[in-house]
């Protein structure tokens, strides 16, 4: 896909999305006919059909012959890994990635109480820089935090670069933890 349709064609999934938003569009609608659509956003009635394509693929939409195309029931949590495949490009520098999984941790890590239970369950991982993360980060109960760590730390990964701390480092935390003082 060349660089000015992929412009074009992200951007006409982006108008279609805001006519959804816009229309306060509920899932089990139904969208305006691709002829309306392509009048309403002054696009082609191929980029419309590209568009919806796209957007079916996705399970935003579902598009029944005959009978004109409808907005999904969808998880809210599954925008995060549509929204990732797109914010996440060959582009992306492997050091960004490394750096917002490190401030999302670093984030995680902050709002977590630290007891003594979780200090234990972290110092028998301690050893397995993926796992002590993992725990770090399971320990939250905000599901849509937790989905977006696991999105960026699914990229990073694929970068196949090994640990993303240090024994030393994973100890720190732990350490630090231990100097904040525990509840009883």
């Known amino acids: 896909m060349h660089e000015k349709h992929a412009s074009s064609f992200h951007g006409n999934i982006s108008k279609i999305r805001k006519l959804i938003v816009q229309s306060s569009l509920v899932p ?31 399970g935003i939409v579902e598009t029944r012959h005959g009978g004109g195309t409808f907005l999904c029931e969808q998880d809210r949590h599954r ?3 549509i929204l990732s495949e797109f914010i996440v490009t060959k582009q ?11 401030l999302l941790e ?4 902050s709002e977590i109480e630290p007891t003594k239970e979780r200090l234990d369950l972290l110092e028998t991982v301690i050893d397995d820089d993926r796992t002590f993360r993992q725990q770090l980060i399971f320990q939250l109960k ?10 960026v730390n ?28 525990m509840p009883e």
């Open 106 to 109: 670093r984030m995680a890590f």
């Open 142 to 151: 905000n599901e849509l935090f937790i989905r977006i760590w696991s999105e």
């Open 28 to 58: 089990g609608d139904r969208l305006p006919s691709e002829r309306e659509l392509a009048e309403t956003l002054s696009i082609s009635r191929a980029s419309v059909r590209e568009a919806l394509r796209a957007l079916s693929f996705l």
């Open 154 to 181: 699914r990229f990073f990964e694929g970068l196949d670069v090994g640990d993303l701390y240090t024994l030393e480092e994973r100890k720190q935390f732990v350490e630090t933890w231990r100097g904040m003082g």
């Open 79 to 81: 925008y995060i890994e």
């Open 92 to 102: 992306t520098k492997a050091t960004d990635i490394i750096e917002m999984l490190r």
